[in-house]
DNA sequence: TGTACATCAGTGAACGCGCGTTCACTGATGTAC
DNA sequence: TGTACATCAGTGAACGCGCGTTCACTGATGTAC
């Protein structure tokens, strides 16, 4: 069997970066919490850095794999003529149901996720969000492609616009879920789970998504 | 005159926090980038913490007060019986507005004003959350009052997530804008400026708020 | 089968560095008598 | 008006601390002959 040192590693560190994002982070934290000496991520992993990608790669891979059988399904079945929000929810559909299989594998992947979409959107984080669409892009793209046709109204700067309020409808929630979920229980007394806020999210996306555009710019 | 010491540390701090965060800003960058002396940020503010807190604070007390005025006259003026989108629209047209008065002040309190909900909504921050809510929240929960007089079709807990919903599309954008900004300019040779973006996210949230509700949780 | 050597996972202790903070100090301005 | 003292903004240098990383080392397993 391979070492199980790696895995434990891989572990702690997702349960950690999710909770208090990769700066905040100390690799002593990590290794004391995967029961591991200090040295062995630098050992198995090259650096922090390597560790970080390690741990986005693991979630990543599968996760577009994913979307992107899931879309060329979609794109073959449906007449793609058609458009309205039914075809909207079954593309967030496609995007949400890509997420919670990543999450059955790895319960906190999908904050880490935020966490990276909200970095690469920070300024000064160029680099990453290059890096990100080199390595994924594609399959992200070819979401944005298919939503792009469900949504003929817009010319292209109004769907990029669109497309990333949407995003950071998604975004927020998926960092905000244990929180949320939290307060929800301590408030109403009803427990909320991953599934029921995917349902929702895909609901509040394709109507958002139908939201009138604003005037004309100049 | 006043020193403009104290100014212009809040200033660079506001200007670093809002591109790299609370914790990945150094007092030295900060310092030096305000042409100040190290030990000047201890001597007036005592602390990191406490020269966060001057930052916030100069933005989160016009921006509640000036909510808090807008949404009274609402109150007053409008017959609240009537719901639809036009009135959801007002409301957040409402918000929009306290966010780009409290921008022309200092451009880059938004985006602050972004990380620092975002950090409130992280697991283990529930003290930030709570010191906010006792602070300022009674400009916010007057507003998620009148909403919620928008949305009667949901029971509280439905409404709570929406409303989460909806500000994770506000805090991503506000929080990305500069980035999104400079791709929009790069990649569709148009610019946009922040009014433009409040008009939209005043549209799509007030599409997305009447989303439809997903069937009853147990 | 036995021995010499190579490879590899893992370790304990130390390294240098950047961080927030502290402290004794300066120099200017205001105040009391 | 002149002098002694207090107050306050600002400074330069140092402090201790936690960080990521490095390095010499151990012990187990595999491989060549």
């Given amino acids: 069997m391979t070492s199980s040192t790696i895995d434990r590693i891989l572990d702690a560190a997702e349960v950690e970066f999710a909770a208090h994002g990769f700066v905040e982070t100390s690799l002593r934290t990590i290794t004391s919490k995967a029961k591991v000496n200090l040295a062995a991520v630098n050992y198995h992993f090259g650096s922090k850095k390597g560790l970080i990608q390690a741990v986005t790669d693991r979630f990543l891979g599968p996760l577009t794999q994913n979307l992107q ?18 075809e909207l929810q079954a593309l967030f559909g496609i995007l949400a149901r ?59 700067e109004q769907f990029f616009w669109r497309f ?36 929702d999210l895909v609901l509040v996306m394709a109507r958002a998504a139908q939201a009138p555009i604003t005037g004309e710019y100049k």
Same sequence: chains 1, 2.
């Fill in 69 to 86: 059988a899931q879309l060329s399904a979609y794109e073959q079945s449906s007449h793609k003529s058609t458009i309205g929000e039914q």
């Fill in 98 to 156: 890509s997420c919670q299989q990543v999450a059955q594998q790895n319960q906190h992947s999908l904050a880490v996720f935020a966490r990276l979409i909200n970095m690469a959107y920070s300024q000064s984080q160029g680099h990453l969000r290059k890096h990100l669409t080199y390595q994924y892009g594609s399959s992200f793209l070819y979401f944005m492609k298919l939503l792009r046709q469900h949504m003929p109204v817009m010319n292209n």
């Fill in 164 to 199: 990333h309020y949407l995003l950071g409808t998604l975004v927020f929630a998926l960092s905000s879920s244990e929180s949320l979920v939290a307060i929800c229980e301590r408030e109403y007394e009803v427990s909320r789970n991953l599934d029921q806020i995917m349902s």
